[in-house]
């Protein structure tokens, strides 16, 4: 696609709900990103994949959280048992190679848990 | 521990002028990347400009510029002329290289401009 894309664009959930957000990356991008914007603050790296492979999952705030990018493509994050201090931006961000400096972010989707 | 500082949570100029954002940043490493990003109301991150730390001249993009210490771990800002659509929040963010590494970004708690008409 011509640009990163992320799936809801809003999502409210009920304490203690799961909830997946969605990324599809630019087309052929090797690398992907996941950050968590909390209001008010810079992102925060949360997980990195090279294709398929989740490199680099140091900073999930729990075993809650969870990350996959089964075909090296679309990648989805999900929350289990959401809580209030989930409530947040999620930002996915894709770059054309392991190492490539210039990362494309999309949207984000903004969490609001309840 | 790898962090940014930027020390102006908002800013404001008047259109046309010329405004300077902070950044301030501290690793002991010594190859890394600078940028900075722009993040409108839409929420999508837009870069604005980067920097190669090994680089000693300062890097610009038309109206943008920054101004990039190394000995000092600073590196702010410059936006000429600035226009309404300029309007937005900025962080000043880096990357450690090279391979192997992650390359994940390291976001300030950014600063919100607002050009005035």
Same mark, same amino acid.
């Given at each position: 696609g011509a640009?990163?894309?992320?799936s @809801?664009?809003?999502?409210?959930?009920k304490r203690g709900?799961?909830?997946?957000?969605?990324c599809?990356p630019? =087309?052929g991008?090797v690398s992907?990103?996941?950050?968590?914007?909390a209001l008010?603050?810079? @992102?925060? !790296?949360? *997980?990195?994949?090279?294709?398929?492979?989740?490199l680099d999952? =140091?900073? &999930?705030?729990?075993?809650? !959280?969870f990350?996959e990018?089964p075909?090296?493509?679309?990648?989805t994050?999900?929350?289990?048992?959401?809580?209030?201090?989930? =409530?947040?931006v999620y930002l996915?961000?894709?770059?054309?190679?392991?190492?490539?400096?210039?990362?494309?972010?999309?949207?984000g989707?903004?969490?609001?848990?309840? | 521990?790898?962090?940014?500082?930027?020390s102006q @949570?908002?800013?404001?100029?008047?259109?046309?002028? *010329?405004v300077?954002?902070?950044c *301030?940043?501290?690793?002991?490493?010594?190859?890394y990347y600078?940028?900075?990003?722009?993040?409108?109301?839409?929420?999508?991150?837009?870069?604005v /400009?980067r920097?190669?730390?090994?680089?000693?001249?300062?890097?610009?993009?038309?109206r943008f510029?920054?101004? !990039?210490q190394?000995?000092?771990?600073?590196?702010? &800002?410059? /936006?000429s002329?600035?226009?309404?659509?300029?309007?937005?929040?900025?962080?000043?963010?880096?990357i450690l *290289? @090279?391979?192997?590494?992650?390359?994940? &970004?390291?976001?300030?708690?950014?600063?919100l401009?607002?050009?005035?008409?």
């Amino acid at each position: 696609g011509a640009g990163v894309s992320q799936s @809801p664009r809003y999502k409210v959930a009920k304490r203690g709900q799961d909830v997946a957000l969605r990324c599809d990356p630019i =087309s052929g991008h090797v690398s992907l990103f996941w950050y968590q914007q909390a209001l008010g603050q810079g @992102p925060e !790296f949360l *997980t990195y994949f090279q294709n398929e492979a989740q490199l680099d999952k =140091s900073g &999930l705030p729990s075993d809650r !959280f969870f990350a996959e990018r089964p075909e090296g493509s679309v990648s989805t994050l999900k929350i289990q048992r959401t809580q209030q201090e989930d =409530s947040a931006v999620y930002l996915c961000a894709s770059s054309l190679a392991q190492g490539a400096l210039i990362q494309y972010f999309g949207a984000g989707t903004r969490l609001s848990v309840l | 521990a790898q962090t940014v500082t930027q020390s102006q @949570p908002e800013m404001s100029v008047q259109e046309a002028e *010329t405004v300077t954002l902070s950044c *301030t940043y501290d690793t002991s490493e010594n190859n890394y990347y600078l940028f900075w990003y722009k993040q409108p109301p839409s929420r999508q991150m837009i870069l604005v /400009i980067r920097q190669e730390a090994y680089k000693q001249q300062n890097a610009t993009e038309n109206r943008f510029s920054v101004n !990039f210490q190394k000995a000092a771990k600073s590196f702010s &800002l410059k /936006i000429s002329d600035s226009q309404l659509g300029d309007t937005a929040m900025y962080f000043c963010a880096f990357i450690l *290289t @090279p391979g192997g590494a992650t390359n994940k &970004l390291i976001f300030g708690t950014g600063t919100l401009l607002a050009v005035q008409p």
